[in-house]
């Protein structure tokens, strides 16, 4: 289906990631955000507090992180398309809710705008320090989806993008941000509300008495919703639980349910990654790199490239899942791997694992508050090249 | 590929963010150009020195910090020291010239250009216009974007009602800054 036109503001604006951000979570549907503002994230749901009465929809200020990430779970519920909107340390204290999201299968986007950490650190300085807290920072096993725009039109983009996915797969999904993509302006285009596709929730048709709230078949390993007080009798809950969503804790039950969760993500990983790849055939060196540093990179590379390097580069669209088996194939061909991050080293390990000792990887770590130089990718990029 | 980096510089209050924002949006929107507006965050966004970064391209932006801009617009002494060690040789400095002094403290090569931007904001009856004129003044004496993308810019940017006001210091500003050009 198209997006409803009273949330698209269709048109050419020159604005910036945040806001960016929000205009493609509205043009997607979203109409509910309890938010607990932090920067460099405010401006998102600042936005978003100041757009939605014109629009339809509820803004809430929640008294704290806790609140905000279980309370748009309960729109869900209530129906609604929802985002949480957070940056690094509100993220940590979102952590449980991350984990009840995916046992529940609540379709949410979730956007941190990254800064620097750790703890409060430097709230202006950008990073792309929670690469691996959104993978692995709830407690349990569970698997997310996570997007990395580097451009304001792609965080409109991508935030379209990240609500259909949470509706396809019915897992948490990301919208990995950082300080500089979320506060630099730029051309931005959205277009007519008929041109941007917005997958609706996967209502069910079946009757009450007939509904079950996570019956699966082997062929569609994701349920079908319904919303409270249809006059359906549902029960959802965090602990481990039957197709009717009352607890059944056994292990055979926890491994079905468990397998089934995960399974939805890992089996249809290759569905799901998005590497965008320039140059990679025939390269000896391959620059692996997202979110605004995958600009940055870019500019090495062609660089590099003007100096007679043989070099490709593999974007990360989307980080998680990983696209390992891509990462597999062109260790194939490719000698070394290099890998700059505004981390100290994080989806490196990553590329390590998936590589498997097939090619040298070098990481090109930053500890965040600005961008790499574009001469520290260049180097990185020359000596492996040697 | 053409790439020009800029650097406003001001206090708050004086426009520096929206004098940026309207350079970038006549390159992104009305000029056909890519553009990049990164702006100061922190204490400067509240009451003292603010400042701004317009990286403006043929090409796609990469790298999107200005770290050694090819031209300053300058509207306080502050902003004046802080960001002239920045500028690239043979860069060029346009500033309020009532409220930068350069003193003798220009790099040589550097092309330097005053505009009494507050004095003509005042005499246009509203002194808040002051970064309009200097945009004009930009414009002007640039040459780097056609005066209709910045006057779309200018319109697209101010509150309803002050267009007229707004337009007439953009073309004071510019106006000013063609003849300085020559």
Redesign the interface.
């Known amino acids: 289906m198209h997006a409803d036109p009273k949330g698209v503001l269709t048109g050419?604006?020159?604005i910036d990631g945040d806001h960016a951000a929000c205009e493609g979570a509205l043009a997607a549907g979203c109409r509910f955000v309890a938010g607990y503002p932090i920067?460099?994230s405010t401006e998102i749901v600042e936005r978003f507090a100041h757009r939605i009465p014109k629009v339809g929809g509820v803004f809430i200020q929640m008294e704290d992180e806790l609140a905000a990430s279980i309370a748009i779970q309960g729109a869900v519920w209530g129906g609604q398309k929802v985002m949480n909107v957070t940056s690094g340390p509100g993220l940590s204290l979102m952590m449980e809710h991350l984990g009840y999201a995916f046992i529940t299968e609540t379709p949410c986007v979730w956007i941190d705008v990254q800064r620097c950490g750790p703890s409060t650190g430097m709230p202006?300085g950008p990073a792309q320090h929670d690469m691996m807290q959104v993978k692995w920072g709830s407690h349990g096993d569970f698997q997310i989806i996570a997007l990395c725009p580097n451009s304001p039109q792609e965080c409109f983009d991508f935030t379209i993008r990240a609500f259909n996915m949470a509706e396809t797969w019915r897992v948490p999904v990301f919208l990995m941000m950082d300080e500089?993509v979320g506060?630099?302006?730029?051309?931005v285009d959205i277009p007519e509300a008929s041109e941007i596709e917005v997958v609706e929730r996967k209502w069910t048709k079946k009757k009450p008495g007939e509904y079950k709230v996570y019956e699966t078949t082997p062929e569609d390993p994701v349920p079908e919703m319904v919303k409270a007080g249809d006059g359906y009798r549902i029960h959802v809950t965090g602990l481990t639980h039957n197709e009717k969503g009352y607890p059944d804790m056994t292990v055979p039950n926890q491994e079905r349910m468990l397998g089934r969760l995960i399974g939805k993500i890992t089996q249809n990983a290759h569905k799901l990654v998005d590497v965008r790849e320039d140059g990679v055939e025939g390269a000896d060196v391959v620059v692996v790199s997202y979110g605004?540093t995958s600009?940055?990179a870019?500019?090495a590379v062609?660089q590099a490239r003007a100096k007679g390097a043989k070099v490709g580069s593999a974007r990360l669209v989307i980080a998680w899942p990983f696209p390992a088996e891509r990462m597999k194939e062109i260790a194939r061909t490719a000698k070394v791997f290099v890998v700059p991050e505004m981390n100290m080293g994080q989806m490196v390990q990553e590329v390590e694992r998936a590589v498997a000792g097939a090619a040298k990887v070098v990481s090109v770590p930053h500890a965040g508050g600005?961008?790499h130089?574009?001469d520290t990718i260049l180097n990185a990029i020359m000596e492996a090249a040697r | 590929m053409a790439k020009t980096e800029i650097r406003v510089g001001g206090l708050g209050g004086q426009g520096v963010i929206l004098c940026g924002?309207i350079i970038?949006?006549a390159a992104?929107?009305h000029g056909g150009k890519?553009?990049?507006?990164?702006?100061a965050?922190?204490p400067e966004a509240r009451g003292s020195a603010c400042s701004a970064q317009v990286t403006v391209s043929d090409d796609?932006?990469?790298?999107?910090?200005v770290k050694n801009p090819d031209i300053l617009v300058l509207m306080s002494q502050d902003a004046f020291n802080q960001f002239i060690p920045q500028l690239k040789p043979g860069g060029m400095v346009l500033y309020e010239a009532e409220l930068v002094k350069p003193d003798g403290k220009l790099p040589e090569g550097v092309r330097a250009m005053g505009v009494p931007a507050t004095r003509f904001a005042e005499e246009l009856g509203r002194r808040l216009v002051l970064n309009i004129v200097m945009v004009g003044f930009f414009a002007g004496v640039t040459g780097l974007l056609p005066f209709e993308a910045v006057e779309k810019a200018v319109l697209?940017s101010v509150p309803r009602g002050t267009e007229e006001l707004n337009l007439k210091a953009l073309k004071k500003g510019y106006d000013f800054g063609r003849e300085q050009a020559v």
Do not use: C
Not at chain 2, 34 to 39: E, P, R, S, W
Not at chain 2, 60 to 65: A, M
């Open positions: 050419v604006h020159f920067t460099p202006t500089v506060h630099m302006t730029e051309r605004i600009r940055v870019m500019a062609e600005s961008v130089e574009v | 924002s970038g949006k992104a929107i890519h553009a990049t507006l990164i702006q965050f922190g796609v932006i990469g790298y999107p910090y697209d």
